[in-house]
């Protein structure tokens, strides 16, 4: 039977002049499905441009009626689309043929721009390394600690010249997300060895290596001074350091110590914000100078100082860098910030900080902060020098004139040398006379 077909087809073939039909494979078909789609898809599309134009485009469209030429908006808009035409028009001369639709060749044109944007968007996406952020190290011990009577441990540091030879003794309490590393930031050695220099500086409790302190407050931290000084053989008085928040345990030895401090230097101290030497302006310019981050924080620390430590954990006691970069962005001015990212001191920072958070606890922070917000319980004018009050009565006067003693005065004797600046972003300038 296959046989017979065969010679079937081979004399048509011979009879006609004209080969038998191949059957249609895979490929055939689905070319002649696309061909298909694609002329029902440009029929649609003239399609639905009729009825576009037919619906929306004619003088009755609301289209015509509420943007055509006679409209308002057409109105509005007919200058400044004729400028734009002539300008075009103008650039129709140099960038189009003569014998190319200017429309179709502004559509080339605006096509590939957006291409370039695409592509250039890409290739910067994929050229740009996302950087990695840097976690927190917390290196080995490596500070001198010296017992405090309660049984704490201080861990301290020590700087410029030895005892034996010190014309000037230095302590150096540091401020907030600091440690003892810190000493006095820009300071060179060379310069504490020209001047005859000891510079102590050491770890507020619960900082760095330093032990926490069960039932904090400013006369403790004054003690803790003062016992430091002592051990370090520190016989003479010495001068104590503050600057920014750091000048809070300078205030208190220079009101609960006095007898040791030879003087004081400041810089860019802050002040108690409800200290009684400010008036009601004053205050509240304190407040109004700060960020509005600072004032929440603040605000925490003086209303719901426990909230503290979720804000703490979650910035810069979080283990990574960028969290403490956006903490201190809270308290550096723009000129600070450019420094500390300056690669010289940025080692330097960061080490720093890391010294500070090393023990992981966000309880010491949370008892900074509330020192800082809190009553310190004495008010600047404390340390004013001023006449001692005598007692009043006829025998008090008896007794002074008798005894023939000199007036007595109170308050810190010593200088207090103050230096101050209007860029820093929450220290308040409190002048002292």
């Known amino acids: 039977m296959e046989g017979g077909a065969q010679e079937e087809e081979q004399f048509r073939t011979a009879y006609t002049g004209v080969p038998p039909p191949k059957a249609a494979n895979f490929k055939d078909v689905v070319r002649e499905f696309m061909r298909g789609l694609l002329e029902m898809s440009v029929e649609f599309g ?3 441009r009729d009825v576009v134009q037919q619906s929306l485009v004619t003088e009755d469209s609301f289209l015509v009626r509420n943007f055509g030429k006679d409209s308002y908006i057409g109105r509005k808009i007919k200058v400044p689309y004729d400028n734009v035409l002539r300008r075009l028009r103008l650039f129709n001369d140099y960038l189009v043929p003569e014998d190319k639709d200017p429309l179709l060749v502004w559509s080339v044109i605006l096509f590939i721009f957006v291409l370039a944007l695409a592509v250039l968007s890409v290739s910067i996406e994929h050229d740009t390394a996302i950087p990695v952020e840097k976690k927190v190290y917390i290196h080995p011990p490596s500070a001198d600690r010296i017992m405090l009577p309660d049984g704490r441990y201080m861990a301290y540091r020590e700087q410029g010249v030895p005892a034996d030879r010190a014309r000037f003794s230095m302590i150096t309490p540091h401020s907030f997300l600091s440690s003892r590393l810190a000493g006095i930031p820009g300071l060179k050695a060379s310069l504490l060895e020209e001047f005859g220099v000891r510079l102590l500086t050491y770890d507020l409790p619960g900082f760095g290596e330093s032990d926490p302190h069960p039932k ?3 006369e403790s931290s004054a003690s803790d001074m003062l016992f430091l000084a002592n051990a370090l053989g520190v016989s003479d008085k010495f001068w104590v350091v503050g600057y920014s928040s750091g000048s809070l345990h300078a205030w208190a030895a220079l009101k609960y110590i006095p007898d040791k401090i ?4 400041m810089f860019a101290p802050m002040v108690n914000p409800y200290d009684s030497l400010m008036n009601r302006g004053e205050k509240y ?7 509005r981050k600072r004032k929440f924080m603040y605000f925490l620390a003086r209303r719901f100082p426990r909230s503290l430590s979720y804000f703490y954990r979650r910035s810069f006691l979080s283990g ?27 080692e330097f920072w960061q080490r720093d900080v890391e010294e500070s958070i090393r023990q992981g606890n966000a309880k010491p922070f949370v008892e900074e902060a509330l020192l800082q917000v809190s009553n310190w319980g004495f008010s600047l004018a404390d340390l004013k020098l001023q006449k001692k009050q005598r007692g009043k009565g006829i025998l008090n006067l008896i007794k002074f004139l008798l005894s023939g003693s000199e ?12 230096w101050q600046v209007y860029l820093h972003p929450f220290i308040h300038i409190l002048p002292l006379h």
Do not use: M, S
């Open 46 to 48: 003239r399609g639905c």
């Open 216 to 218: 904090r407050n400013l």
């Open 262 to 265: 030879a003087g004081a230097a």
């Open 285 to 291: 310019g304190t407040w109004e100078k700060w960020t």
């Open 320 to 346: 990574k860098h960028g969290q403490i970069d956006q903490w201190l962005a809270l308290t550096l001015g723009r000129r600070d910030r450019a420094l500390i990212e300056d690669p010289v001191y940025e």
């Open 407 to 418: 007036e007595e005065y109170t308050g810190f004797l010593g200088p207090i040398h103050i």
